[in-house]
């Protein structure tokens, strides 16, 4: 079986092929939304301006066009990259959780069938006392185990506030 942190990193690398394909894809698209609209503005300045101006207008336009193009595709990767930081620790913190809630519910289930092979046979409360319900072990084992995810989700939102701090940021 994997190791949690064997999964952390195949679910990372698995990300990060994603988010690289989207920014080349973005990077794609914003060429040739930028080549549609140069050549509708060519044809339109070519009928009303002389051609050496048409084509100082049409440099300066691209190296503007370029840069920011670039700009957007380094934002979007950026923030692409801080939302798969914020997954993967995510997911990563659910496989602990529910591993932790597994470990437990063998451990309860072993502790039942222990102490049910170790129980008196005599059932009768002593003279002068009161008998309680006993709580089921499985209600402390979930109970330890919602502290466990909560104690866990503790220490993965600093983590997560920084992620959303730097997606603040990088928003135009």
Known sequence: MYSVETF????FAVMETLVDAAVSELGRL???????SV???AAAQQRSAPAAETAVKSEEEEREVTQSNKAITNKFASLMEAWTKVAVEKISMMLKVSMSEAED?????QR???NDKTKQTSMKPRAGRRVRPKKHKSESA???????RKKIERELKPATAAA???ESVIKP
Do not use: N, Y
């Open 112 to 114: 039942v069938e222990s």
């Open 8 to 11: 952390e990193r195949q679910i």
């Open 142 to 148: 979930a109970r330890s185990s919602r502290q466990r």
């Open 39 to 41: 050549m509708a503005t």
């Open 105 to 109: 519910g063998l451990a309860v289930e």
């Open 164 to 166: 959303a701090d730097s």
């Open 30 to 36: 914003l060429e040739e939304h930028w080549a549609e």
